[in-house]
């Protein structure tokens, strides 16, 4: 069985820091390319950013100021994000993607980020 979980929102203030952390089991953890999605209230869910093997790939809107990264050993997928703004206010999830596929169907609960200005 598939599972996601995120970790790390929080309330911040604007211009702070937070690292979340997404956790996969069921999987092997290795064989996907990763992402992070955020969905803001009356919004769409958006993609911020995504891991391959050999690329990585940010929404303009953080662009500078989130880093991606991910640890294979533990099944574990990071977004440091620095600099934020009350924009950045979202629930953010992880998900999974394997080669030559789309966005799986399998999110976790999500991880609330408020900032504050």
């Known amino acids: 069985q598939v599972q996601l979980v995120e970790s790390g929102g929080g309330l911040v203030q604007a211009g702070g820091s937070l690292r979340l952390s997404c956790a996969l089991s069921g999987r092997t953890f290795s064989n996907y390319a990763m992402g992070w999605f955020r969905q803001a209230p009356g919004k769409e869910r958006e993609l911020v950013a995504s891991?391959?093997?050999?690329?990585?790939y940010y929404a303009d809107s953080v662009k500078g100021r989130f880093t991606i990264s991910r640890d294979d050993a533990k099944n574990t997928m990071y977004l440091q994000m620095k600099s934020l703004k009350p924009t950045d206010t979202a629930v953010y999830y992880c998900?999974?993607?394997?080669?030559?596929?789309?966005?799986?169907?399998?999110w976790g609960q999500g991880t609330q980020v408020t900032v504050s200005s």
């Open positions: 891991i391959s093997w050999s690329s990585t």
């Open positions: 998900n999974i993607k394997p080669p030559g596929s789309s966005w799986s169907g399998y």
